[in-house]
Every structure is written in C-alpha cells, then in structure tokens.
C-alpha cells in the first residue's frame, strides 16, 4: 500500500512516482502547474477541473499523495482515497518494491502486533525509583508507533488494553497515542547513573542501535521518533556532567538527502548549547551502529567525524542557496564555541586572586628550612586537611568533640597526643544532630575553655559553599570568631551535589581550601562516612568520590571493635608527616571520653588474644570434663569463630603464654593439656 504516514527510514522506489504519474497520464488525466516541487494533477476517481491531486516526493524520499478534493468530501481514510486512484489508473501497490528488491513496508497489522517493544522507563533522581512512562512498537518495514500500555485481569488472565480502545489478548498490548506523556530519552535511567559516575554515552538514531551497544557493555540511548526529533529538553540531562558523549548518526547519504547526518549534528548542536562538547562519530563498515558491530568491529573501531565537515557535506545536498546556509551554519558554530570558551574562562576566573610568591629556593634556603609543626602531635601537621572516616552510628561525632575539647583546653588527644593550642577558636559545624541533642552532648563534655568553642547547627539548612555569597559568608563568620580549627560534620550532609562525582566534589573541596585559605584557618577536619566494609579490611575509606582521599593531607580511620571487645574504638592515621599505626580507644562514659587503652593492642591483635583465651578455656574444659588432652582438631573445631589460619595463630600463642601445653600422641598427633599458666588475668583484661 501506498503509506501515508510511516517512518523515515524506509527505502522507496525512487522510479515509483515517475511510474505513477506516467500512469495517471495514460489514463487521460491533466497535469496542472506545479507548486514548490508537487506535481497538480486531474483526480481520476472524480470530476476534477482543478487538478486537486498533488504528487510530490518527501525529503525522506517517500511519496506524498493526496487529494485535497476526495478529502474534503468526507471520506474518513485517506488512504482509501489513494487505493482507489491507484486501481482506477492501474497501478499495483502491493507489487512496489524498493532499491533493493526487498517489499515495501505493508500498513500496520494492529491485529498480530509488533515486532518489537521498547519501554521507556523515567528515574527520578529524587527518590531513586524509575516508573513506565510509554513504548515504541516497530512492525515489520522499519514502521514505528509511540504507544502506552496498560494491563488489566479479565476472567483471571492478563490482558493488555489501550486507553481509546486499542487491544489484544497475549503477551502484548497497547494504546495507540501517548498524548499527555511527556516524551524522555530511551535508556533514561541508564543514562543518568552513568553521567552521574562519569561514565560515557552513546547517542544513536534507533532503539535498535541502542541494543545493539548495550551487547557490547556500553550506555547508550536514543530519542523517540527517530531522526529530527531530538529536543532540547533531551539535552538538559547532559548539562554539568564530566562524562565523555559521543553521538553516532546514521550514515544516510544523498539518496535519503543526508537525514542521518543532519540529526547527528543537531543533537551535537543541541548538547554545545549547553556546554556539553559531545564527538561525533561513524560505522567503519555500514551505515549505523548495528551495521558497524555486525561487521564484527568493537566500540574503540567507530570512526571520529569532523563536525564541520559533515556541516558542509549535508548542505552540499541542498538547494541554490546551500552556500549561504552553510556559512551562516559555520557562522553560528563559530558563534557557540567562542561564547562556550568565554564562558568557561569566566567562571574559572571568578574569585581569582595571584598566589603569593617568595622568591627562588636559594632565597628560601638562606632564610632557613623551618621544622615540621604539629597541631595534635602524631596526627594532624600545622596547615594539614584531615579527613576523619568513620563506621556509621560508630562515635564518630564524640571522636570529632574530643578533638575539639583537647584544642581548646589543651589536654592531649585521647590522653596521649599533646597538642600545640591554636592562637583562636575551634568551630564545629554540625549537618547531623539536632540542637538540642548537640548541646547536652557538649554539656556532658565538661570542656574548661567553652569560650572557645563555636558549634553551629546546620541540620536542616544547605549550604551551598559553590556559591560566591556563602562563601563570602563562612569566611566572614570564621574570621569574626577567630576560628583556627574548622570541624566539618559530616560531608555527606553538608556537601550538596554528587557524592560519586570526582568532578563536583572536587570543586567543593576547592571552595573549603578557598575559605580556609581566606578565614586564616589552620587546620580543617572533615568528619566522613565510610562505605561498606568487611570486619578484617585494614583501612577504611569514606564513601563517596575518590577525590576526597587526594584532597586530604592526613587520613584518620575510625572503626569499632570486633567480637573480642566491640565496645572499643580503633584508630590509625596516615599521610604526609603523618603514620600512626593503629591504636585502640576506650570510652568514659560521664564525660564522653576516648582514651587510648594502656597496654592494648590493634583490632588484630586483641582479636588474636581473645582467641588464645577461647582456645586455653576449651582445653580446660574439655579435661576437667573427661580427663583427656585435646587433639589439634578437635581444638581447632571448638573455635566456633575466625578462620584457619587465625585458629592456629591463637593455639600458638595460648602454648607460648604458657595456657597450654602440648605432647606428642600416636601416629605424629598432638595432645593439647591445660598450661602452668591461668589465662583468668587475660579475660579480665579484655572485659575492661
């Protein structure tokens, strides 16, 4: 049949009107003059002394065929209409056939259904869920439509149904219209989590393409209706993402006057309106994504294209005027990116101000190397940024108020790291607690100096440190309290972008050094959430970009015990000047003290040494109950915890410290005895 309406992708028989219109000839009918490139004839189904009958061919090369004065008369299907001119004039409709030889796309079996279903899903960023919003149905011919599902039980059995009537039975079932749906990228939560991680994206022309790449383990996305329906609110998802784009047209040449090529570029146009640089690119083999991948080629095979290159080969396909348009293209391009560079140079401009210099080395040598200065002795240089990870619900925040009880009264760092009192204040802003908890905390401190203490409460509020008036504010109110130690609590909540994004929380640590370095602070203590950890892992990391780690110049790891004493506290430090092994605190309940345990050891060690009185308590045990020595397995299986080799460590040490004693048994066994030694004054240890 002769479609009224059908994708621009199909291919068409380019001898096809010329066929058509020589048949209307022989048939009697009268061309009239032309109007800008359709071709008025006589309708032959009609008394016609007007030519109503327009011929013309669409910019996607199918034909356009129509008659104003058969649709004006009433009739409800215009494609009816052209059934009926082309039997009156003889052509056969079925029988056309494309450059290929292939069959020209049948109308829509609405009855059989689709071929293919292509959900679009949307994410919403807010609350990390994603909802259906509506489908694309390809049918048999490359034939498209933008549908929305709806599903109902009848009689116990699923059935798809469409809101204006359109159904079917089975697994499949649309409406026809999407009207009132706002249209979204395919993809559009893949999209998102990957512009958020920095990871790139891959825009193509189909929903097929799309596919297509995700088999080769790459994001990709496409907008719905093909080409030239990209829109500019598609674009704003990209905005202020550091992740590279690269958008991969179909290569649709002059016989299709370069559709492809002109949307590649109109979405790269798109995406540079709002400062996002995106690189355009081909199939080494074919003319789309599917065709390139089919050939057997990967992701890193696609050929780069040169934008202005294309810009002039598809104007080339125009008309007269082909010249002027791609010099006002040019123009426009040229416009974009001097406007995109000066924007760029403006916003990194802002705030800047010319570092202070000393003069060379030789002059900085003369004058003399100065020692290296500690604020918290062991843990924290002068001048350092300290980033404090901490498990969660892990006393944290009582970690945080020791150092600030210790700054401000002097008294050593978990009674053991003297520190050298800043000449100021020490501020603690708090994104956490509510204030009222946060005050009877501080209260319950008893600090000797609270004049010196300046906490603000910020739960509930943003602070928004990219923004030149909040920065502005905090150096102000740092300055006007004479702050010297500036505890952030947590970063989480204070920060207010992308946690994941290197990018975004580089800028805001930038603002922190920014206000740090124009308040006068020495030191800077960001207290940060870790993510999820095993109980053996050594180090702990906070959750989040990596760029925190860079940023800092010390990093503190805060963890909980283990099953040996899960009330105590651990902590380790490492970093420039910086290399504290790790150390276990206790807490003091009345004054919400850490200090650190007299003749403890690390997590391992204390894990290690409850061990060992586990392993002499199951000998003791096991022999006053039958009078008979444990064999090495036995003992080993009545460690109910650790692994092998921490079993064994434990035996080891139990024998060493006199708990246990061994002798050899039959066949190269080992028999396990009760020691000289009582490990009662371990267990006493470990409990305190």
């Known amino acids: 049949m002769i479609p009224l309406r059908t994708n621009s992708g199909s291919l068409y028989n380019p001898q096809f009107l010329a066929d058509f219109e020589k048949a209307l000839l022989e048939h009697g009918s009268k061309r009239g003059s032309d109007s800008s490139g359709t071709h008025m004839w006589q309708c ?31 009739d409800a299907k215009p494609w009816a209409v052209v059934e009926k001119i082309a039997k009156a004039i003889g052509v056969d409709t079925e029988a056309r056939f494309n450059g290929n030889g292939s069959k020209v796309a049948p109308p829509i079996d609405w009855a059989t259904g689709p071929d293919e279903i292509y959900d679009y899903r949307h994410l919403d960023p807010a609350t990390g869920k994603t909802s259906y919003l509506f489908s694309v149905l390809r049918f048999p011919g490359k034939q498209f439509r933008q549908v929305v599902k709806k599903r109902q039980v009848v009689n116990g059995r699923t059935v798809h149904t469409a809101r204006n009537g359109w159904e079917w039975r089975g697994d499949k079932g649309v409406v026809k219209s999407i009207k009132g749906v706002e249209p979204i990228i395919y993809r559009q939560p893949r999209v998102y989590r990957a512009l958020r991680d920095g990871n790139p994206v891959y825009i193509v022309e189909g929903e097929r393409d799309v596919h297509t790449l995700e088999g080769l383990g790459v994001v990709a996305t496409c907008n719905p209706g093909g080409a030239g329906k990209w829109k500019p609110e598609f674009s704003n998802l990209f905005a202020g993402s550091a992740s590279p784009v690269f958008i991969i047209p179909d290569m649709d040449g002059p016989a299709k006057h370069f559709v492809g090529e002109r949307h590649g570029l109109a979405v790269a146009d798109s995406l540079l309106a709002i400062g996002v640089e995106a690189k355009l690119l081909r199939a080494a083999q074919g003319k789309d994504a599917t065709d390139h991948v089919t050939a057997g080629l990967g992701v890193g095979e696609f050929v780069a294209l040169d934008r202005l290159a294309l810009a002039q080969m598809t104007d080339a396909g125009d008309s ?38 000393h003069g060379s080395l030789e002059k900085a040598l003369i004058t003399g190397v100065p020692d290296a200065e500690y604020t918290i002795e062991a843990l924290m240089p002068r001048g350092a940024n300290v980033l404090l990870n901490a498990q969660w619900k892990k006393g944290k925040t009582t970690a945080a108020l020791n150092l600030a009880r210790s700054l401000t009264d002097g008294t050593p760092v978990f009674g053991a790291y003297p520190v050298d009192l800043p000449i100021g204040g020490v501020a603690w802003w708090n994104a956490e607690m509510d204030d009222r908890t946060a005050l009877r905390w501080l209260d319950e401190m008893a600090f000797a100096k609270a004049d010196r203490v300046f906490p603000l409460g910020l739960r509930g509020y943003r602070v ?36 994941n994004s290197n990018s975004e929380v580089r800028e805001w640590l930038k603002a922190v050094d920014e206000i740090k370095r124009r308040a006068s602070v020495d030191n800077v203590i960001l207290v940060a959430h870790t993510g999820h950890m095993g109980d053996d892992e050594a180090q702990v990391r906070a959750r989040g970009a990596a760029r925190l780690m860079d940023w800092a110049d010390a990093i503190w790891s805060y963890r909980a015990g283990n099953d040996a004493n899960p009330e105590r506290r651990y902590l380790s430090a490492y970093g420039r000047d910086v290399n504290l092994p790790e150390v276990a605190l206790d807490f003091g ?8 345990a007299a003749g403890a050891g690390s997590r391992s060690a204390d894990r290690r040494e409850a061990l060992a009185v586990e392993a002499a308590e199951a000998v003791i045990e096991h022999h006053r109950a039958t009078g008979e020595p444990m064999t090495k397995t036995a003992l080993e299986n009545a460690l109910e915890r650790g692994k092998a080799s921490d079993k064994r460590a434990a035996i080891s040490a139990a024998i060493l410290a006199g708990w246990v004693r061994v002798e050899s048994g039959g066949n190269r066994s080992l028999l396990h005895y009760p020691g000289n030694e009582s490990p009662n004054h371990m267990r006493i240890k470990l409990a305190e």
Request: charged fraction near 25%.
């Open 320 to 357: 007269a005027d082909s010249d002027a348009k791609h010099l006002d293209r040019v123009r426009t391009m040229k416009d974009n990116e001097r406007a995109r560079a000066q924007a760029k140079a403006e916003l990194a401009s802002e705030g800047w101000e010319p570092p202070p210099f």
């Open 464 to 499: 928004p440190l990219g923004a030149a008036v909040v920065r502005d504010w905090a150096v102000e109110w740092l300055r006007s309290n004479n702050v010297k130690v500036w505890i952030l609590d947590p970063f989480g909540t204070l920060y207010d972008g992308e946690e």
């Open 589 to 596: 309940a009345p004054t919400r003290s850490l200090t650190v």
């Open 44 to 74: 032959p189904i009609h008394e016609d002394s007007q030519q109503s009958l327009a011929v013309s061919e669409g910019k996607d090369g199918k034909p356009l065929i129509h008659c104003h004065a058969c649709s004006s008369g009433g």
